[in-house]
């Protein structure tokens, strides 16, 4: 697009030729001060343009353009370097600025950064065009169809007809009265298809939709299964009252739906003579049934076809089997709170598990942080609900200890007492639920430890400095502590 001027080695061969003398001295590059000249936008001036426009610009330069911009209303949207604009430069609009005039600017740039631009007033159209097309989507038809477009836009210059069984495009009209044929012999069932219409400027509009060929029964695709109250669907398994939905395709109308179940006619499901896509549905109650049903449903036309889906459904109306609940029974805990797991299995999956005023859980593990309240009997009832809404209850009593143990030392010399040799302390330690161990601390430090009564320590004086500072701490089962006060001995 542009033009490049003699290098400076072509001008150097050309003085070798003619026999000068070269010079080999260095010599300053040229200066590139021309900028460049955009001889043409590819617009004229008040073109209509479209959602998207492939341009053509033109322009020139002393030593060459390297990159070209395309610019809307002041702001860069492309931005191309040498080589990418061969095949022109896309100018995207908007859709905001339908019906408003736009200036589009190419700005071109040499390399050494001079640059020159021209611009063009253009009036923007990025509506696309509408039609009404006969017949309407959900039609049956057959043999070779006749669409007309009706009301359709003033600027609309293309009607296409797209199969999507068969590649390419199928119909095609460019003028008034808009008429487009369609061979559809030999063909049953649903044709998807769409029609793109396009305007004088580009812009184009798509409907897509189906029609019914006629000379096939209905199909059911599928069963719906309820959702449940985790607005999660379990396929292949009913619970007390269910309530299942066909999912039925159909080209002429349905007439009736019936549910059978091992055998038996449940239910029949009048379908109105509108519904060509209905999805009709059987409240099933199971009642306290487990086991496998053979579920099969069967669907009619208005012209006879019958259509079958046959599945095998599990009924589950059993809970949860509970396995196991921690801490265990009648186990000891302390603190204002403690942590409890409940553990289960069932078939249909576990949906939640709730600890009665705590909390619920959604997740394995299933963990939750209770309150202990007051010392004494704390009983747990955890409840597990499966995936389709059973439930079962399980309890589980625990202790709740937050009583210090009752700790003193009943003989041992007293405190600011002379020992000259070893000495035996006798300890009493009690609580109503057990004592775990006493500690002997010498000097800050825990050298003996007892997990019988009676709790008896030796103090050898020998193995201490001058003073001995001595003192035992008790533990119940629970894991509270008390601590004795410090008898301090001299040696």
Aim: glycine residues 10%; hydrophobic residues 40%.
């Amino acid at each position: 697009m542009g033009k490049l001027r003699l290098t400076t080695a072509a001008a150097l061969a050309v003085s070798l030729t003619m026999g000068a003398t070269p010079a080999f001295a260095a010599a300053d590059p040229p200066v590139d001060a021309g900028a460049p000249v955009v001889t043409s936008t590819g617009l004229v001036e008040g073109q209509l343009v479209g959602q998207s426009q492939r341009l053509y610009p033109s322009w020139t330069d002393d030593i060459g353009v390297t990159r070209v911009e395309v610019v809307l209303n002041g702001a860069v949207l492309r931005s191309y370097v040498s080589g990418q604009w061969d095949q022109g430069v896309y100018l995207p609009v908007p859709a905001r600025l339908h019906d408003t005039d736009a200036e589009v600017a190419i700005r071109a740039f040499d390399a050494a950064g001079n640059h020159g631009e021209a611009t063009s007033r253009v009036h923007v159209d990025t509506e696309g065009p509408k039609a009404t097309l006969t017949p309407p989507f959900e039609s049956i038809v057959g043999g070779v169809v006749t669409f007309t477009a009706i009301d359709t836009s003033s600027d609309l210059v293309q009607v296409s007809l797209y199969d999507h069984a068969v590649p390419g495009e199928a119909a095609r009209a460019t003028a008034a009265p808009w008429t487009l044929t369609w061979n559809t012999a030999g063909r049953s069932g649903v044709a998807y298809v769409h029609f793109q219409l396009t305007d004088k400027v580009g812009n184009v509009s798509f409907a897509y939709g189906f029609y019914g060929l006629d000379n096939t029964g209905p199909t059911i695709t599928g069963l719906r299964f309820p959702q449940q109250a985790d607005h999660t669907v379990v396929d292949g398994r009913v619970s007390g009252r269910s309530r299942l939905a066909a999912s039925i395709d159909s080209i002429s109308p349905l007439d009736r739906v019936e549910w059978w179940v091992d055998g038996t006619l449940r239910s029949t499901y009048p379908v109105p003579s509108s519904g060509s896509s209905a999805e009709p549905y059987f409240d099933w109650d199971t009642g306290k049934a487990n086991g496998t049903a053979v579920l099969e449903v069967r669907a009619f036309d208005v012209l006879g076809h019958r259509a079958i889906l046959t599945r095998s459904i599990v009924i589950d109306n059993t809970g949860p089997v509970i396995t196991s609940i921690t801490p265990g029974h009648r186990a000891l805990v302390r603190g204002s709170e403690f942590r409890s797991t409940v553990k289960g299995t069932d078939p249909s999956g576990i949906r939640q598990a709730y600890l009665q005023n705590a909390s619920s859980v959604t997740k394995a593990p299933f963990t939750v942080t209770a309150s202990a309240g007051k010392d004494g009997t704390r009983t747990l009832t955890w409840t597990l609900t499966d995936r389709l809404g059973n439930r079962s209850t399980a309890k589980r009593a625990v202790i709740v200890d937050n009583t210090r143990p009752a700790v003193r030392i009943t003989k041992a010399p007293g405190n600011g007492a002379k020992v000259t040799k070893t000495v035996k302390l006798t300890v009493s330690a009690t609580d109503r639920n057990g004592i775990n161990r006493v500690e002997l601390l010498v000097n800050g430090k825990v050298v003996a430890k007892d997990t019988k009564a009676a709790f008896t320590f030796s103090v050898n004086p020998k193995k201490y400095g001058k003073k001995i500072k001595v003192k035992v701490r008790g533990y119940d089962k629970a894991g509270n502590v008390t601590t004795t006060a410090t008898r301090t001995w001299r040696r």
